[in-house]
């Protein structure tokens, strides 16, 4: 009796087929997901009098030796990828995971094991073991994010008052402080992790105890898997339970959305490492160089990111196209929604592995950046709103203002290289005290609101960053 479902079949199934709808070769890592899973079930069977307690005990140790690193308790496991290959090669019959701790489990502690398919079917045991899985994957990526944002806080605090240009349609807008512009990218961070949050909290539910689509044939107390494996409370429905992939969904949206925000981060670093911007010295430690040009620093740790993010949003595309149109309940369609979901998990996890360092050892060159804010009329809004201050209108003050840049630009000169006479021939408002409202620092401390790049603003703003930050 090889296959779980073999009984009304007369004919063996076709080899190929037969290989070609294995899932083991993939979803052996939820290896830790599906045991933690079955012990829970067996718990809930023993209470509905289907197991002794010795009988419990023994399942319970079985399931347990199946590989030693499981434990009886469920706690965070991503099983290590290299185990993977001497798993799957050590049981060919195997058809998925669930059918491959079955096996290992009769072979543990004998007939014993065939009882713990009592009452449950694998489709509540899948929808189960992917939950647990993309839970500790939301862990784990929330650890990371953690660790990146201390990294761009860290850079943000060394940064202190040094100014860069900041830019829209990638032209020079103002001069922002470089800590503000690393606080944007904490700001994403923060609004991926709380999605990521708001996601683990609506998936936390147990599906155990849903059977095959209509719910268990035995009078299960459904609480008792659901507080084992760490859930809030069992799933609502039964029908939705196994076929229901929001979980997998959101997860790799979400992900998707994480790695959009890591790939505006990467292209900006790859692009202010080149010589035309020359804002930073990209770390040798995360470069390459060229087989061919021997004098190239490549920025393939940048690169290879924007690459992934592709990557990711890939996952999630995969995960809607899959779901769409999928009619209740459960689908075989439903175990091609897995390996994407892996995959996600596995990219992040690289990216995050590598982000935080690279972003700490990031040396910019300040000089640069500084005098590429003061050059291209970055003060052009503050000499604006120095007019306004004297009673002109904002759009008569921009217009002037234009006309001094007019001639800035004529004669190839700043509005601060202006004399005052020249700037009295476009309006009578102007007086010596203009010169002190568009030096950098007040172009800077002229955006003294909430979320404005005003040192005192920044400073304010890295405070609470750290905060937050040491409040995890
Ligand atoms: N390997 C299957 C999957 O990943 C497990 C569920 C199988 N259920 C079924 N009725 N064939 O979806």
Redesign the pocket.
Known sequence: MSKM?SGRFREPLDHTFEQWQR?FPF?WRLLPQEIAASSAHARMIAAAGILTDAELAKMLDGLASIIPQVTKDYSSKILDKSVGPAIVASSPDA????HFVELELTKAIGDLALKLHTGR???E??ATDMRLFVRDAIDATLVGLHNWRIALAGLAKSAGDAVMPSYTHLQRAEPVLVAHWLLAYVSMVERDSSRLIDARQRMNLCPLGSG?VAGATLPLNRTIAATALGFDAPTPNSMDATSDRDFALEFTQAIATLGIHISRFAEELTLYSTAEFGFLDLPERFSTGSSAMPQKKNPDLTELIRGKSGRLLGAATTLATLIKGLPLA?N?D??EG?EPVFDAADTIAGILSVLPKFTASLQFRFDRMKTASESGYLNAMAAATYLTHKGVPFRKAHEKIGNAVRLGLETGRELGELTIEELRGFGEEFSEDFFDSITLEATLDCHDVIGGTARGRVRAALEDTERRIALE
């Open positions: 479902w899932s979803d058809e998925d995971i669930h079917s694998r489709n045991q899948i095959a459960y075989k439903l175990q897995q």
